[in-house]
Structures are given as structure tokens and as C-alpha cells.
């Protein structure tokens, strides 16, 4: 599928998970198939997603914490290389206020952006 630590266009990723090309949580068939992660955006991820308000992204969000399973995680290098982190699952999923400001502090996004925190845990692979 993917090798750890190697660069992938999103082009690349696509034809092998699907989904929306520009979203940062693609999605097929309903479920989310992949993550693709600005670093300035969520600046503790891979194990930490902030999800924003915008309605296409807050349903991702939703959805991802309640499918189970793991996705493959792509941190954002440069404009068209995601590096691949692995495989995650999500452990916890935070929607209050409270548990979201912090991470919009060290973030590009503003408090009132992020309203989902995901919190990620890798999966280990033989």
C-alpha cells in the first residue's frame, strides 16, 4: 500500500484510497478512506486531527471517529509531497469548547474554527 516515511503526490494517494483529491479527510462510499495533514493546521498530528466547522470537513470528522478501523495518515511537506506516517485509528473524540481551544492556540486555525479533536493512535504493523 504505502511505505512509511515516503512522499506521496495527493494524485498518488487517490488511486489508491479514493476520495476527494483537496479534502483533508477523503471519503468514499461514506467513510473516510485517508487523512492528509497541514502541519500548521494540526501541529500535534499525526495523533491529533483538528476538525474545522466547515459542514463537508465537520461530517468527515463525524464520521471517522465513529467508523473504527484504521486510515493511512499523510503529513503535508511540501505543495505536492505528503509524507506517510503510518496507519492510525482514532481513540477519543472531543467536540466541547474547552477541549478544543488549546490546540486552536498552537494552530493556524482560530478557537471558534476547530470543533472536533481527534485524538489518533498509530497501528503497529508486521
Known amino acids: 500500500m504505502f511505505e512509511l516515511g515516503k512522499s506521496y503526490t495527493r494524485e498518488e494517494i487517490h488511486a489508491v484510497v479514493g476520495g476527494n483529491?483537496?479534502?483533508?479527510?477523503p471519503r468514499k462510499k461514506g467513510k473516510v478512506v485517508a487523512a492528509c495533514l497541514r502541519p500548521d493546521l494540526n501541529p500535534d498530528a499525526p495523533n491529533v486531527i483538528l476538525c474545522n466547522s466547515?459542514?463537508?470537513?465537520?461530517?468527515?470528522?463525524?464520521?471517522?471517529?465513529?467508523?473504527?478501523?484504521?486510515?493511512?495518515?499523510?503529513?503535508?511537506?511540501?505543495?505536492?509531497?505528503?509524507?506517510?506516517q503510518g496507519m492510525f485509528r482514532v481513540l477519543s473524540s472531543e467536540t466541547h469548547p474547552d477541549a478544543c481551544a488549546p490546540h486552536a492556540a498552537r494552530s493556524a486555525w482560530t478557537a471558534g474554527q476547530i470543533k472536533q479533536v481527534l485524538k489518533l493512535e498509530k497501528q503497529v504493523q508486521f
Not at 21 to 25: Q, V
Not at 58 to 81: C, D, H, M, Y
Request: a positive charge; one cysteine or more; hydrophobic letters at 30%.
Open 21 to 25: 483529491k483537496h479534502s483533508y479527510l
Open 54 to 84: 466547515c459542514p463537508p470537513e465537520r461530517t468527515a470528522g463525524e464520521q471517522l471517529a465513529r467508523q473504527g478501523g484504521a486510515i493511512p495518515v499523510f503529513l503535508k511537506q511540501t505543495t505536492s509531497n505528503w509524507a506517510y
